[in-house]
């Protein structure tokens, strides 16, 4: 788009600061925001409110986003569906849709791959491309909106990358779509999930935003954590535990602890009892996610009796605990495995 700046990617604030810069009537901004944010307008020139004159100039400095659906994937199990996504550039990204009794689910996208190097993710094996812009990550939802005529009720940031290290557009986007002139999605109903990079925790909390705070913590001491999440080097768990406390007493919300059960590693009753230590006494719940076996990494999801085994012992321990259930396995729904798929397929 040579040097044009996307209009999808402005927060209402900016875009009216933006217009009255350049001697636009704020309102116009209001407009503007409404049509690409409600109307899921992708070309200025079907702004159909402004004059042709308005538009021209707005069109020589600027453009909307418009990310392509390159392949959708069906579930037959569960009505999960995930897509891949192309952008401008032609990098690709995935997001997947979840319908549960509550309403639909999108899990998204905020990078082009991810840096943190966590060994049971598939999203991370080729690092990280680049960051997603604002308008990219918003993009994911209005495309699955569209082709599916639904409405998303809840978004969870936990697709490819670390929401936190791009934090900036991740703020951006969350005020996109909390703002009433666009989808006007309740904070509530937003989940950013994170691996801890610790001074973004407490960033997040300053900003007062009340979404839940997902800690993907997969182990219960620094020596297992370091084994398998690099950050793990540094960011202690005690660190982390801190942070959230913090970010627990600034918003009073519920942090969600999202721990994977990889067979033979994390799984046992020991483990749970430490995990237990760990966060006692905290406003929290504890997401236990069996592992998906993806043929990109070397570790095994966790046998049944083992996964009950450690769910029991810490509801027996008074701590609020489930099991995620699994969806899309006919799909390879976990992060990064239909990308890699895709790439390698089309490679040369």
């Not at 918003?251 to 009892?273: M, Q």
Request: charged share 25%; with cysteine.
């Amino acid at each position: 788009m040579n040097n044009k700046q996307d209009l999808k990617s402005y927060t209402l604030t900016e875009l009216r600061k933006i217009f009255e810069e350049n001697g636009i009537k704020p309102f116009r901004a209001n407009q503007v925001f409404e049509w690409i944010h409600n109307k899921n307008i992708n070309i200025i020139e079907d702004i159909s409110v402004l004059s042709k004159k308005l538009k021209s100039r707005i069109d020589n400095k600027y453009y909307i986003e418009n990310i392509k659906i390159l392949e959708r994937y069906d579930s037959k199990l569960d009505g999960t569906k995930k897509y891949l996504f192309c952008l401008n550039d032609g990098n690709i990204i995935e997001s997947v849709l979840m319908p549960y009794r509550h309403g639909n689910t999108a899990c998204i996208s905020t990078q082009v791959g991810c840096k943190m190097g966590c060994k049971f993710c598939a999203s991370t094996k080729e690092g990280l491309i680049r960051n997603l812009s604002a308008g990219e990550i918003v993009d994911q939802i209005y495309k699955i909106q569209a082709d599916q005529k639904i409405k998303v009720n809840n978004i969870v940031l936990m697709g490819s990358g670390e929401p936190l290290d791009n934090y900036d557009n991740v703020i951006k986007f969350l005020k996109i779509v909390h703002d009433e002139l666009g989808i006007n999605l309740g904070y509530r109903h937003i989940t950013l999930s994170t691996c801890g990079l610790v001074p973004k925790i407490y960033d997040l909390a300053n900003e007062e935003l009340p979404i839940t705070l997902s800690i993907s913590l997969h182990a219960t001491t620094d020596i297992q954590r370091k084994n398998i999440m690099p950050i793990a080097n540094k960011y202690s768990l005690d660190e982390i535990i801190k942070a959230c406390k913090y970010y627990i007493n600034k918003t009073n919300r519920r942090i969600t602890f999202e721990y994977t059960l990889i067979n033979g590693v994390n799984d046992n009753k020991k483990d749970a009892l430490k995990m237990y230590s760990l966060i006692k006494g905290m406003l929290c719940h504890v997401n236990l996610i069996p592992l998906n076996n993806i043929k990109e990494v070397e570790y095994k999801k966790s046998n049944n009796i083992n996964i009950k085994g450690f769910a029991d012992t810490l509801c027996q321990k008074g701590i609020s605990t489930t099991v995620r259930r699994e969806m899309g396995s006919d799909i390879n729904a976990a992060c990064g495995q239909l990308r890699n798929k895709y790439i390698s397929q089309n490679q040369g």
